[in-house]
């Protein structure tokens, strides 16, 4: 039987400080989370689209329905990959020239 606790990637640090680092490990974390995530709406949303299909729908409907779900799909895990890269990345905005 499997554990159901996360699992956890440990990135020594030194006490000088890599503040890098450990961004750049928060970000993989958030990112695997992410993948995990869209993997079990995925996987959730075929089993729906399974019990859809069963019932007595027209072909072209359903191959709609499914073309639909993935797109939709997709979309979240673009989303996703691209909140995971923009946490990473540096935010300098000047406002009024300061």
Not at 43 to 62: F, G, M, S
């Amino acid at each position: 039987m499997t554990s159901c606790l996360p699992s956890r990637v440990v990135i020594p640090v030194s006490p000088s400080g890599h503040h890098a680092a450990a961004v750049a490990a928060q970000a993989a974390a958030q990112a695997a989370a992410a993948a995990q995530a869209a993997a079990a709406v995925q996987a959730a949303a075929l089993e729906q689209l399974r019990e859809k299909l069963e019932c007595a729908e027209p072909p072209e409907k359903r191959m709609m329905m499914v073309a639909e779900e993935q797109q939709r799909i997709m979309q979240h895990a673009l989303q996703q990959n691209l909140l995971a890269m923009a946490t990473q990345l540096p935010l300098n905005i000047k406002l009024h020239n300061r």
